[in-house]
């Protein structure tokens, strides 16, 4: 029973474009969360989060929105570039930091 | 400051054996977290340890275990490894108590086992 869904699990976009990775989640508990980027060989990198009582949070190229009613949350990347491409995971913290199984990102120059 | 750091990268096992695995947490951190990763099935959740004591545990057999040390280091323990156990180990350090839990990840153990 997966609680954290990451729906898309690959994405292409060009270069200069704007990038939108999903993440829902069911437990309505869940009090913050986070996106995380993982290159191959390396561990996941943390990336940006957000606290359940805000709907948006922004820096630089990255943004996150929360919509607490439809349980769901994006990641925005403006403008995407070829470094960007890896995967990317969304996480919730419950009693435990809770992962969806990622979306791969692949930005074409 | 250095990162989490985990011992050793890569790790051949044949079934049966057992196996240990070490981590280094950001010096500071108190919470040590493990992770399985495997293709397909994104980072699944095996234990956190706080203070020497484990706090949380993951839906994994009693063949996984850990331990943390008064300095914070850990280990994980699998015994008598099988095929499915081959993933990528993921080891990640907080320095938050609850909360605003912002976990650093070191760059994990591989293991393969055969």
């Known amino acids: 029973d997966q609680q954290v869904k990451q729906n898309s699990p690959s994405l292409s976009v060009q270069e200069g474009r704007i990038s939108i990775l999903n993440c829902d989640y069911t437990n309505s508990m869940f009090d913050y969360f986070l996106w995380y980027k993982k290159y191959p060989a390396e561990g996941p990198t943390f990336l940006i989060s957000?606290?359940?009582?805000?709907d948006k949070n922004e820096d630089g190229r990255f943004t996150v929105f929360l919509n607490k009613s439809a349980k769901h949350l994006s990641l925005h990347i403006v403008p995407s570039q070829p470094g960007d491409s890896a995967v990317y995971f969304c996480?919730?913290?419950?009693?435990?930091?809770?992962f969806g199984k990622g979306t791969t990102l692949s930005v074409s120059s | 400051k250095a990162g989490v750091t985990q011992t050793p990268r890569y790790l051949i096992k044949t079934r049966g054996q057992q196996v240990t695995l070490s981590c280094s947490p950001i010096s500071g951190h108190r919470s040590v977290s493990w992770y399985q990763q495997t293709p397909g099935q994104g980072l699944q959740f095996l234990f956190e340890?706080?203070?020497?004591?484990?706090?949380n545990k993951g839906n994994f057999p009693g063949r996984f275990s850990g331990r943390q040390f008064s300095n914070s280091r850990s280990e994980m323990n699998v015994s008598t490894l099988e095929l499915g156990d081959s993933a990528l180990y993921l080891c990640?350090?907080?320095?938050?108590?609850?909360?605003?839990?912002?976990?650093?990840f070191g760059a994990g153990t591989r293991l393969s086992v055969l």
């Open positions: 990640a350090s907080s320095l938050a108590d609850r909360g605003q839990n912002i976990q650093y």
């Open positions: 996480a919730a913290t419950g009693t435990a930091l809770i």
């Open positions: 340890y706080f203070s020497e004591t484990q706090r």
């Open positions: 957000i606290s359940s009582i805000k």
